[in-house]
């Protein structure tokens, strides 16, 4: 393996031990991603990303300390390191096998850590879905929390990049006029954020680590309608294992279209495509 010298140089720093080789590692969209093998036999995860906005790394820093806080809950990367520059995880080497029983440990696992709860809707800090921003102060109700922070923002942005028509940006807002309506009153959920599939990583050691946190406190249901969006293995059991965990609220199927508007407008806006004409699609179930 080729050893990066500037990439070598900043983990030592952070972490005061030597770094012994180094090697790319294929598949972010966002940050570039380096193994690091350390003196120690330890085997880390270092992700960098030049001219990172302000907070940047901080943010995925925090998200990934409030999920671990919580006892039993879903599995995330050992912190090993944080910098306005980047981030150092503890490796977490991945399988091949994607059993059922692993999908049912993490239906649990993630029940455990929505319960878990938060101080209100959003977090003491404003964080990044992907490179873009992430407003997350506080609202009144989770219907205007989810309009004003979520999906005004980003329909907004997908408007003037030009990743939405008129016409289905319309229709979203219409929706947005109806959430009062159309979401149920629960407490604050600690929330991943961003709990698609490629954050879910199916460990060695049969387990589901998350990576990649947007998180903030939300409607539980938030984080089941990204996993329901983009897939994921053996996705009945991990639902049907959360539901004896923490009991799902009647009709949560029937709202799972609802909230991936926000992940479909974000999407919009980060990759243009048929993303923005999909969350008009589904918005229209709701008027």
Excluded at 191 to 198: K, Q
Excluded at 216 to 223: F, L, N, P, T
Aim: proline share 6%.
């Amino acid at each position: 393996m080729a050893r990066q010298p500037l990439v070598a140089r900043r983990a030592e720093e952070l972490l005061g031990a030597a770094v012994v080789a180094t090697s790319p590692v294929a598949g972010g969209d966002i940050a570039t991603a380096t193994r690091l093998r350390l003196s120690s036999g330890q085997t880390a995860l270092m992700k960098t990303l030049p001219h990172a906005p302000d907070g940047f790394f901080e943010a995925e820093a925090a998200g990934l300390r409030w999920l671990s806080e919580v006892e039993d809950g879903v599995p995330v990367p050992e912190l090993l390191a944080a910098a306005e520059d980047c981030v150092i995880l503890a490796w977490v080497e991945q399988g091949s096998k994607t059993p059922p029983e692993s999908a049912t440990t993490f239906g649990q696992q993630l029940a455990r850590t929505h319960a878990a709860g938060a101080d209100g809707w959003g977090l003491d800090h404003d964080g990044f879905i992907g490179r873009l921003p992430l407003p997350n102060r506080t609202a009144g109700s989770w219907a205007e929390f989810y309009a004003v922070r979520r999906l005004l923002p980003y329909l907004k942005l997908a408007r003037d990049r030009g990743a939405i028509t008129d016409g289905d940006a319309a229709v979203v807002e219409a929706v947005v006029g109806r959430l009062t309506e159309l979401v149920p009153e629960e407490p604050p959920a600690r929330l991943h954020g961003d709990l698609w599939n490629g954050n879910c990583l199916w460990g060695q050691d049969l387990a589901i680590h998350v990576i990649d946190p947007a998180a903030y406190g939300g409607h539980r249901e938030v984080d089941l309608a990204m996993l329901h969006l983009f897939g994921l293995t053996h996705l009945p059991r991990v639902v049907a294992a959360y539901d004896e965990v923490h009991p799902l609220t009647d009709g949560w199927e029937d709202r799972l279209g609802l909230y991936q508007l926000f992940p479909l407008l974000v999407h919009a806006c980060m990759f243009g495509g048929s993303y923005g004409a999909r969350a008009g699609a589904i918005a229209t179930r709701y008027i």
